[in-house]
C-alpha cells in the first residue's frame, strides 16, 4: 500500500494527501512526529534516494543547527540530525514497493502514479 510520509501540519503534505484522495488513490498517512521515525526506515529512503536528497536544508530546524554541527555533514551524522529532528526530512515522503518520491509535484506524483 502507498504510504504518505510526512507531517500533519506540513501545508505540502496536505496538499499531497489531497491530491491523491482526489484521484482515489488509497493510501495510509504516517506523522513522522506522532508515529514516529526508525532508523531502518531512514536507512530504506537513503538506500533508495541519497541522504542529501532527504535533507531538508530549508528548513527553520536546520537553520537552528549550530553552524559547527552543520558543517562537514556526513552520512551518518545527517541521518542522525534527521532521526532527532524528523521535520528536517523532506517532505512528504512517498513511497510504495515500486517507487519513492520526495517533495510533491502533481505531475511527478502523477507519473508515479501511473504504475500503481
Keep these: 500500500m502507498l504510504t504518505v510520509y510526512g507531517i500533519k501540519s506540513c501545508e505540502t503534505c496536505r496538499n499531497a494527501r ?25 536507512e530504506r529512503w537513503v538506500a ?17 543547527i549550530p ?5 562537514e555533514l ?3 551524522k545527517a541521518l542522525a540530525v534527521m532521526i532527532e529532528s ?4 523532506k517532505r512528504p515522503v512517498l513511497e510504495d514497493d ?5 517533495g510533491f509535484s502533481e505531475k511527478r506524483f502523477a507519473e508515479f502514479l501511473k504504475n500503481l
Design 98 to 102: 515500486k517507487f519513492i518520491a520526495v
Design 18 to 42: 489531497k491530491f491523491l484522495r482526489e484521484k482515489n488513490i488509497e493510501h495510509k498517512f504516517h506523522d513522522l512526529r506522532e508515529d514516529g521515525l526508525s532508523i531502518q526506515m531512514l
Design 48 to 64: 533508495r534516494l541519497g541522504w542529501q536528497r532527504l535533507l531538508n536544508k530549508k528548513s527553520l530546524t536546520w537553520r537552528k
Design 86 to 89: 524528523p521535520t528536517l526530512i
Design 67 to 71: 553552524e559547527v554541527d552543520r558543517s
Design 74 to 76: 556526513t552520512r551518518d
